[in-house]
Each structure stands twice: as C-alpha cells, then as structure tokens.
C-alpha cells in the first residue's frame, strides 16, 4: 500500500496588525448587524482566532476575509471574552494554500523593517473596548485604528452622522459610516503618547463584561 502522508499543521501566533472583517451567518450582509471589523490573534492551518466587537454562539457559522489570507469561513468552535476561535472549513487543495500564504507571511514579519514614518494612523495593542451615547447606553466595540484626531470603530450598530459617543474615554462626533463600521471625530486633538490609554474601556467596565460573560 503506498504510504499516506501526514498533511502538515503549522500556526501562528501571537499577531498583532492584521485587521480584517467577519460575516456572522449566511444572511445578506448588513453593517452593525452582522458585518463586523475584527483583529486577526492566530492563524493555523485549520483554525483561526479573533478579537472582535460581537462574539457568536459556539456552532455559528461565520465568513472572514483577510488581505493576506484570503476570505476563509468556518463555525465558531471557542468562545473568549474578547473574540472567538473557528475552525476552518476547506479542501486539502485549500489548506496547502492557507500553509503557503501562512508561511509568506511569516517571511515577512522577519524580514520587513517596518515604516517609522508612517505613524499618523495606529492599530491599538488592546482594540476592543466600550463605546457609549449620553444616556448611559453602552456596549463592546472593536477600535480598527486611531489618530490624535478621531478612530474608527466597529460596533453592533450603525449610528447617524453627527451623534455624539465616548469611545473609551474620549468623547467625540460620528462623521463617516463605512461597510464594516463608522469614524469618530474627537472634540479635541488628543495627547499621542496617552491616547491609547485613554481609548481603552474603564476597568469596572471591562469586569462587568468579564462575569457577564463567564455566566452566559
């Protein structure tokens, strides 16, 4: 009998500046309600974890799409409190792809010297957060970038230009709707070397979610 090769499982861990997208269910795509920005966590060769402003039950079936990666669709196998995992569904033709682009991508995080200069716009290390309105309503979102003058945010629902939400602690003026979300002018230009403090969610906050979670 001739010998079956054992197809090979590689992964990646611990990335930190690949933003994409995710589609929960097989629905016409809406902004808010099941089009979402996400931050790409790991990547292997059968599955793949994200940081994401809304977390779908286990089982549901969700669709990302990566520039580096391509567009890779699975159902939801672990839950986090902040993202989730999936397991990816593919052909063997398919995952020698993803091991290949995997494996480039890899490449270039050893041997691509990043860009000093182009610092205007920043990819927080901690992008999940909490966004509110005056009325004390709240709820996670995903900050995709910032600058000392506005971000743009991912959330579970499409704002009207002109409202006024606090990301984080900053507090500013929805100027822009986009496919997967909507930019934020702040009030101010803000101090860039505390901005990214200042953007991430209140400590009560983020406990409240924490056993919110642990006990769904």
């Not at 902004?31 to 599955?47: E, H």
């Not at 290949?100 to 716009?121: G, H, N, P």
Request: net charge negative; with cysteine.
């Amino acid at each position: 009998m001739p010998e079956v090769l054992e197809r090979p499982t590689i992964a990646l861990h611990g990335i930190t500046t690949v933003a994409g997208r995710y589609v929960i269910g097989e629905q016409s795509t809406h902004p808010g309600i099941n089009l979402f920005a996400c931050r790409l966590r790991m990547i292997g060769s059968d599955t793949l974890r994200l940081t994401a402003p809304v977390i779908p039950q286990k089982g549901e079936r969700v669709s990302t799409s990566f520039n580096s990666f391509g567009t890779l669709t699975g159902r939801v196998t672990r839950q986090f409190d902040d993202g989730f995992e999936i397991s990816i569904e593919q052909t063997a033709a398919e995952r020698e792809r993803l091991n290949a682009r995997i494996a480039s991508f890899s490449e270039k995080l050893w041997t691509t010297e990043t860009d000093r200069r182009v610092a205007q716009r920043v990819m927080p290390s901690n992008p999940r957060t909490v966004i509110a309105r005056p009325d004390n309503w709240s709820q996670p979102c995903l900050i995709v970038d910032y600058s000392i003058s506005g971000a743009a945010v991912s959330a579970a629902f499409q704002p009207e230009v002109g409202e006024i939400v606090t990301v984080g602690r900053v507090t500013g003026e929805v100027v822009r709707l986009f496919d997967f979300g909507f930019a934020v002018r702040f009030f101010e230009p803000q101090d860039a070397d505390h901005l990214e403090g200042l953007l991430e969610a209140p400590d009560e906050w983020r406990e409240v979610m924490r056993r919110t979670f642990q006990a769904v």
